[in-house]
C-alpha cells in the first residue's frame, strides 16, 4: 500500500497513534491551524530548521526508513545541542512521493518519535503534502537554555584550546561501508557494525550540550555538521581569531582508520571533512581548562585536544612529517558549491 | 547564473542584504547553529510550518518567483491569524534545483521578505540545500498571542452564527484565467486583475486574526486554506456540532462570479471548494454579534454569515431552488487522498 492511497488526515492519524501523550505546557497540540505552546519562564528559546533530501542526503537504497526519520531529527538535535539547548518541541514537513510505501512511512515516522521520546522532543505538529519529486524531509525544532546562557561559534579568543568530543570519521566509514556493500560490483559485504550504526543511527550531543552551557568552561561551541575543517573555519571566523589544528591529535575512530588505511585513503584527511558525525567542537579558555574537564562525566564523552586559536588570523594544520613539522593552510569547504 | 554556481555561504549573503536589521529580542540571528530569540512575557507562542512544492502547490510558468515567495509565507501568517496570533518570526528552508536561476532567488527571496516586512515578521535562519527534484519551500513561522487567548477551532456551540470574512472564489478564478493565458489552446489572455492577484499575492488576515483574539466574540476561528467546505466540516468536528450552511449567502466575489457564469461553471461549488482565498472562517455566539460586528473595524474586513451552528451533528447546505429550499450534505474533502 502507497501513501497515496490514503487521505491526509489518515496519515496524521498514523503518526499521532505513534506519539506519546503530549505535555501539559502544549496548549494546543496536532490538529488546529498551529501549536500553541507557553513558554518557559527565564529562558531563551533555540530554534532551527534543516531539511534531509533523497538523493543528496541519504541514499533510500542503503538507508532504511526509521534511520531516515533518525538522521532528519538528529542533525537537527545536534544544532540545539552545539547551542546547549534542551529540546522541547519539533515540527515535522514530509514531502512524500506518492508512491511511497505506507510501511516505510510508518516506520521512517518510527524512528523520528523514538529520537524525539529519548529525548523528551515533543512533536507539535507538521505537514504532509506529495511531491512529484524526491523524498524531502524538513524539520524543525524548538530548544531552550537559561536565559543568556546560550552557547555560541563566535566567543573563542587567541590562546583558547580546541578540543572535540568523541571520535571523528566512522560515520563517514559506515557510509562507505553501506555504498560498497549495496555495489555489486565488489565484495564488501558488511552491513551493520559501530560505523554503519554511526553513520545511520547517530546520537547527537544533546546532553553534553546542555552540560558545556552550563558549566561555562566554553567560550565558543558548535557541532561538527560540515566536518572539522569546516568548523574550525567558521569558528574562526565569527570568533575574529586564527587557528591551528595539530593533524596527528585528531581522535579518529579505530574502525575507521583501519577501513580507510586498508584502501589506501589518508584517514586525517576524511576526517577533517566527514560532517556525519556530529560530535562537538568547542573552544577553552587555558584557565578553565581543569574546570571543563572535570565536569564532563566520562561516560557523557571525551574531549580532545585538537588545536589552538592564534592572534594571526591564519587557519592553519600541522602534521608532524619525518620527524618535522608541517604547517599548510587547512583545506575550507566553505568554497564549495552548495549542497 | 544559476544558484549551483555560488556557495551557500554566498546564497545566505543574498538574502541577508534583503534583510531588515534584527530586533534586539533576536539574541542570535542567521549565522550561528541555531537562532536564539527572548520570549515575550505573558504571551503564549504560536508554531506551524507549509510547505510550498512546485508542480503541486504552484506552476513557475505563470507564478512569477516573487510571487511563490509571497504565498509560501502567506500560508503560514494565514495559520497564525486563525489563532489570532501576532508574527514574530520565520525560518525559511529553501530546496532548490541545481539549475534554478539566481535572478529567481533573489526575487524569491524579495517576495518573501517584503511581505514578512509588512507584517513586522523577522527571518531567524533557514535552511538551503539543492535537490535533484522540484522547488520546495517549506515556511516554519512562530508568532505569540496574549496567554490563553489564542483562537482554535474546537469552541463552537449549537447556536453559534458562522461567519466568513471578505470574499470566496476570487483566488480559483486567478488560477484559473493565469492557466487559459497560458494555454496556447484558447484565446484568453488576462494576465493582471484582482482575481489573479489575489492567487499571486494573498493578503493573510493577520491584523484581523489579532482583533478577534482581543475583542473575544468568537468562539472558534480557523483559516480557510482547505476551503470553506471542509473548513466548516473542520471546525465542527473539532467542536462537536453540526452545521447548515446558506449556499445563496456566500460572499461569492463578483469578478470570480463573473467568470465562472461565462463559463458554466456553478461559482457556489467554486466558493465552497477554493483554497487560495486565506480567508477565516468564525464561529460567534448570538449574544456577542454586535460586540463581533462593532469591534471589527470596516476597513479591515466585512463578515458575512454563511449559516450557523447545530444540535444533530450533519452538516448540510441548503439552497433556494425554484422557491423551495433543498438541503443536502455539505460536500466534504476530508476523504481526499493527499495533496
Chains 1, 2 share one sequence.
Not at 82 to 99: D, I, K, Q, Y
Not at 296 to 304: G, L, M, R, S, V
Request: with cysteine; aromatic share 4%; proline share 5%.
Amino acid at each position: 500500500m502507497i501513501v497515496s492511497e490514503l487521505t491526509e488526515r489518515e496519515l496524521i492519524a498514523r503518526i499521532r497513534r505513534q506519539l506519546p501523550t503530549a505535555p501539559d505546557w502544549m496548549l494546543v497540540g496536532i490538529g488546529d491551524d498551529a501549536a500553541v505552546v507557553a513558554p518557559e519562564r527565564n529562558r531563551d528559546e533555540v530554534l532551527t530548521v534543516d531539511a534531509l533530501v533523497e538523493g543528496i542526503h541519504f541514499d533510500r537504497a542503503f538507508v532504511p526508513p526509521d534511520a531516515i526519520g533518525h538522521r532528519a531529527l538528529a542533525v537537527n538535535l545536534s544544532d540545539l545541542a552545539a547551542m546547549g539547548a534542551t529540546p522541547r518541541l519539533a515540527l515535522l514537513s514530509m514531502v512524500l512521493p506518492a508512491a511511497f510505501q505506507l510501511d516505510d512511512f510508518d516506520r521512517l515516522v518510527s524512528g523520528f518519535v523514538s529520537l524525539a521520546a529519548r529525548h523528551r522532543l515533543h512533536v507539535a505538529g507538521g505537514n504532509l503534502t506529495r511531491s512529484p519529486g524526491p523524498l524531502v524531509l524538513d524539520v524543525t525544532v524548538l530548544g531552550s537554555v537559561k536565559r543568556r546562557q546560550a552557547l555560541t561559534r563566535s566567543g573563542a579568543s587567541p590562546g583558547d584550546e580546541l578540543y572535540v568530543s568523541g571520535t571523528l570519521g566512522a560515520a563517514a566509514a559506515g557510509l562507505e561501508m553501506l555504498r560498497a556493500a549495496a555495489d555489486p560490483t565488489t565484495d564488501a559485504a558488511a552491513t551493520n557494525g559501530a560505523s554503519i550504526d554511526r553513520y545511520l543511527r547517530p546520537e547527537p550531543r544533546v546532553r553534553l550540550g546542555v552540560l558545556l552551557s552550563k558549566n561555562r568552561a566554553v567560550t565558543a561551541c558548535m557541532d561538527l555538521s560540515d566536518g572539522l575543517a569546516e568548523g574550525v573555519h567558521q569558528m574562526a571566523g565569527a570568533s575574529g581569531v586564527g587557528a591551528v589544528v595539530n593533524a596527528d591529535a585528531l581522535p579518529i575512530s579505530a574502525e575507521a582508520r583501519r577501513w580507510f588505511d586498508g584502501r589506501g585513503i589518508d584517514a586525517v584527511a576524511e576526517a577533517l571533512t566527514a560532517g556525519d558525525d556530529y560530535e562537538l567542537l568547542v573552544a577553552v579558555h587555558p584557565r578553565a581548562a581543569r574546570r571543563f574537564s572535570r565536569t564532563i562525566p566520562h561516560n557523557e564523552a571525551q574531549f580532545t585536544r585538537v588545536g589552538t586559536c592564534t592572534a594571526d588570523g591564519n587557519i592553519v594544520i600541522r602534521r608532524a612529517n619525518e620527524g618535522a613539522d608541517t604547517e599548510a593552510g587547512l583545506p575550507h569547504a566553505g568554497y564549495r558549491h552548495f549542497r
